[in-house]
């Protein structure tokens, strides 16, 4: 697998995961939620499990390509406020846009 298809395939990931929280009623998309609807407080906290899923995702694609580069607190602040952009999508369509 190259660089670049590596790279892919954490951007996608990243977009898949960053709307799922949104876009389904189940908790991690695997488990049923025992109320009729998943609070913004657990949307949340599930979107920051998936940040770190995705994050491993690329850490073992990265350690697959080559030796992984140390990086600093600047790059997980970034790269937080990218997966938070990535979710705006899901966010407007489940608060904004949907019709109760």
């Known amino acids: 697998m190259t660089q670049a ?4 395939i954490v951007i996608l990931a990243a977009c898949v995961a960053a709307n799922l929280p949104f876009v389904n009623q189940r908790i991690l998309a695997l488990g049923p939620v025992r109320s009729p609807k998943k609070s913004l407080r657990l949307r949340l906290l599930e ?3 998936w940040y770190f899923a995705v994050g491993g995702l690329a ?3 990265e350690g697959r390509v080559g030796q992984i580069a140390p990086q600093g607190w600047e790059f997980y602040a970034v790269t937080a406020a990218l997966f938070l952009t990535l979710a705006f999508p899901g966010f407007v369509y489940r608060y904004l ?3 109760r």
């Open 59 to 61: 850490l073992w694609l």
């Open 47 to 49: 979107l920051v499990l």
């Open 5 to 8: 298809t590596s790279i892919w």
């Open 97 to 99: 846009l949907r019709r």
